[in-house]
């Protein structure tokens, strides 16, 4: 079974630099200071592109290149630690693998990015009608949406 937030088994609870360290270690992977501040960075930076990651960790690491946060950050999306988002018209983005199936709104005038709580929380969390010889593994929900801010400025235009 999969950890899930709030579960005494998550990377979430207790000490995040002990958990985090495990969870690297539990996933085969060595427990280095790059792959922990990319992971900081992360948490610190939800949904940010491979530059937004880049700054934030520059604080930690400063002279840390792009290419070596996008190598570490591959690791981390392989290992299952990090949630790697390819959503229409925008960059990847990346957020901390929480294992709880949430889907994303995306305002279309300005890309800002929330997130949904899934329904049921476990993937798939919708199946198709129609048969489909294929095992469903993942629905993946992607909202367009207008974000309030946008809606405002979008209505003085009109
Ligand atoms: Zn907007
Ligand atoms: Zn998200």
Known sequence: ???????????????????????????GLRVTRQRLAVIDAVIRKPHGTIEDI??????DLPRITIQ?????????VTAGIV???????????Y????????HHAICRFCG??????????TA???RPEAHVDMTIEVAEV?????????????QARV
């Open 54 to 59: 880049h700054d934030e960790v520059r604080s």
């Open 1 to 27: 079974m999969k950890a899930a937030a709030g579960d005494p088994q998550s990377p979430f609870a207790g000490d995040p630099l002990t958990n985090w360290s495990q969870a690297l270690r539990a996933a």
């Open 83 to 93: 949630r790697k988002l390819e959503l229409p018209g925008s960059p990847a983005r």
């Open 95 to 102: 957020e901390v693998e929480g294992h709880d199936n949430h």
């Open 112 to 121: 800002r990015i929330e997130d949904v709580a899934c329904v049921t929380g």
């Open 142 to 154: 992607i909202f367009t949406a207008v974000c309030h801010e946008c809606a405002t400025t979008q």
């Open 68 to 76: 070596s946060v996008y190598f570490v950050m591959n690791s981390l």
């Open 124 to 126: 798939p969390c919708l």
